[in-house]
């Protein structure tokens, strides 16, 4: 029987930051807010902190975001692992260039069909259950076509690769993916601006704000323009008062 896939973001890996010891200067933040400052303040040479209203790190780097010097921001970076993901959110998502991405491959297939269900129809029981009948319909077709074409091509290592790739054609937009996805800063902040409007598809503004959220963690100050709200659908929204300079 199929299955519905549920959301899941990982953080899996963050910018380490080290400053060096010959460089008189200090800050109160660590890791990639503590690299935007130093590098911020490496143009201009300005470690002894001449400007007492920026003398913290979230003031300096709160000062960035104003004033939109957003290339100070792709010194840090980010890579998310996520799960339960429909193939039509990953193609929406593929479309912001400068991420780097790993995706499973659809000469994948789980043995039990997994399909991502919008909030639309997994709200609604009779709904769920059409669409993943429709979804187990499809693997049986799938698996029907994969046997056919193994059949006529062959089974040596090529021509199962080609079965593969021709059989996954009748996989649905809903079917589930996963993609390790890497970028910096300033990509995040404009992903998370595009996508997480309530303008955007529902299931990637979801991954937009899961994505926001992990990162106010590691960078607090960063991401922390960012006011998320609840639509009268019970969905969230983000937007930043900053993202024009981005
Ligand atoms: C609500 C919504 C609806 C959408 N509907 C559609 C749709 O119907 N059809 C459709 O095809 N797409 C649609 N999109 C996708 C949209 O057109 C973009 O492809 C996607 O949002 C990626 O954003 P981006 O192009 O700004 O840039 P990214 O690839 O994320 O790059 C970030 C920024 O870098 C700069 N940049 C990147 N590449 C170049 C370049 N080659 N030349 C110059 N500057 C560059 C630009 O300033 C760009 O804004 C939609 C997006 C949203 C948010």
Redesign the pocket.
């Known amino acids: 029987m199929s299955r519905a896939a549920k959301l899941d973001v990982a953080l899996i890996a963050a910018t380490r930051f080290q400053a060096p010891e010959d460089v008189d200067w200090s800050t109160d933040a660590e890791g990639p807010e503590a690299l935007i400052e130093f590098a911020g303040r490496a143009c201009y040479e300005t470690f002894d902190k001449p400007n007492p209203r920026t003398a913290t790190n979230a003031a300096y780097v709160r000062h960035i975001m104003e004033v939109g010097h957003a290339a100070l921001f792709e010194h840090a970076t980010a890579t998310m692992y996520i799960r339960g993901i429909s193939r039509a959110a990953t193609h ?1 998502f593929l ?4 991420f780097s991405f790993s995706q499973l491959s659809q000469r994948f297939t789980h043995d039990e069909p997994t399909v991502v269900l919008p909030p639309a129809i997994a709200e609604d029981e009779e709904l769920s259950r059409l669409m993943l009948n429709a979804a187990q319909d499809l693997a049986f077709i799938h698996d029907d076509l994969l046997g056919a074409l193994e059949e006529k091509l062959g089974t040596n290592p090529l021509a199962t690769r080609q079965a593969r790739q021709a059989a996954r054609y009748v996989l649905p937009a809903a079917t589930e993916s996963r993609m390790v996805v890497t970028g910096n800063y300033r ?1 995040w902040r ?2 998370i601006a ?2 997480a ?1 309530e ?3 529902v299931e990637l503004r979801t991954l937009a704000i899961e994505c926001l959220r992990l990162l106010r963690v590691e960078a607090p100050t960063a991401f922390g323009d960012f006011d998320i709200s609840t639509l009268a659908d019970g969905t969230e929204m983000a937007t930043s008062p900053y993202v024009a300079e981005f």
């Open positions: 929406e479309r912001h260039r400068h990509t404009h992903f595009a996508r409007t303008h955007a598809d």
